[in-house]
């Protein structure tokens, strides 16, 4: 079973541009989370998706946005960078929602991510 | 208010040694929580999930302890290797609607020959 895939693995912007981050779940899997994960930060969650639905959202600018589509591919898009924003994007799938399920079916499988340099 | 302390932010141990790192939360109402390890450049990789109702569990020479009514969890390792080297990030799932994954900032971990 194929895990967890992000494109692009690295990105190089400079401020003011957008960019548009995309992400496919294990076979099977409903649920994508996003993450942005910073040196001294820990991971901080983006948002949520299950049945292209966004089920919840962090707290996180306007500027962050996302989308999840039938398939349950997931794309998430950072408008008017900042330098802040230069981080390791993490995808994670599950199959049940996380938190919300039984027994280890909202295990979240994480993606290799994707390296954004905002310079 | 939700929280995930990880304890200590960074350790040094020599090939062969034991180390163990501590994970204390307040977080309610509690579903489960589990060990991720994070390799450097990678994603988090799950290592153990316990529900309440277990104290212990393990995977390979990773030993994972809950205590719900202290509300704290400690990851054992082993017998550490080289490349046990990595962050280790403690995650409890809070049982409501609406992501609840409460993250701690990692341990990390730095195994020397």
């Known amino acids: 079973k194929a895990g967890v895939t992000q494109t692009p693995r690295y990105l190089i912007k400079t401020r003011g541009q957008q960019v548009t981050l995309s992400c496919s779940p294990i076979?099977?899997?409903?649920?994508v989370s996003w993450y942005q994960q910073t040196p001294g930060q820990g991971l901080q969650f983006l948002f949520e998706y299950f049945s292209e639905t966004q089920r919840n959202k962090g707290n996180f600018p306007g500027r962050f946005s996302g989308r999840q589509f039938s398939n349950s591919r997931s794309e998430m898009n950072v408008s008017t960078l900042e330098l802040g924003d230069s981080a390791l994007y993490l995808c994670?799938?599950?199959?049940?929602?996380?938190?919300?399920?039984?027994?280890?079916?909202?295990?979240?499988?994480f993606g290799p991510g994707t390296r954004l340099t905002v310079l | 208010k939700n929280q995930v302390e990880q304890s200590p932010q960074s350790l040094i141990i020599l090939e062969g040694k034991n180390c163990t790192l501590q994970?204390?939360?307040?977080?309610?109402?509690?579903?489960?929580l589990r060990w991720y390890k994070q390799d450097t450049g990678r994603g988090p990789v799950s290592l153990t999930i316990m529900t309440f109702s277990e104290n212990t569990k393990s995977n390979g020479r990773y030993t994972a302890t809950l205590d719900a009514d202290t509300k704290q969890s400690s990851l054992h390792i082993t017998a550490s290797q080289l490349s046990d080297s990595a962050s280790y990030i403690c995650v409890v799932s809070a049982q409501q609607a609406g992501t609840a994954l409460i993250f701690g900032k990692g341990t990390t971990l730095s195994v020397s020959s």
């Open positions: 994670a799938s599950s199959f049940d929602r996380p938190g919300l399920a039984r027994r280890g079916t909202d295990t979240q499988y």
């Open positions: 994970c204390n939360y307040t977080v309610s109402p509690f579903s489960n």
């Open positions: 076979s099977g899997h409903r649920s």
